[in-house]
């Protein structure tokens, strides 16, 4: 099981890739949103916003996210770092029901070129 701050570092990690991105990656990781990620089997959120090409972390809950994100992201510690690392498909995932993300039907058109 992927501790707190392995998945942390994933997300550091996703952020760095994200505005080291050109194109049309680039242009999609440009919103400027509040972001959550509950970790499920820490039941651990990360909360902040994507901003600037980049995820910003500015808190470490417990629980489940405590307000309502723009774009919410759900899944366990593993399958995070795994996403991360390339090992995960997203789409796989997703479709599989281990990764949720909810968000407006506008930002998932955008985020899709993430995936």
């Known amino acids: 099981m992927a501790t707190i701050e392995e998945c ?23 919103l400027d949103r509040s972001v959550s990620c509950h970790i499920t089997d820490l039941d651990v959120t990360f909360a902040g916003r994507l901003t600037g090409g980049r995820i910003e972390v500015d808190d470490t809950l417990p629980g ?27 789409a796989t995932a997703w479709g599989s029901g281990r990764v949720k993300l909810e ?5 998932l058109f955008r985020l899709r070129k993430l995936l």
Not at 8 to 29: F, Y
């Open 8 to 30: 942390r570092r994933a997300l550091g990690k996703l952020s760095d890739n994200m505005q080291g991105a050109g194109g049309e990656v680039r242009a999609a990781a440009a």
């Open 64 to 90: 489940p996210p405590p307000e309502r994100a723009q774009i919410r992201l759900a899944m366990a510690g593993d399958d995070l770092v795994a996403l991360v690392d390339g090992e995960l498909n997203f």
């Open 103 to 107: 968000a407006s039907l506008l930002d």
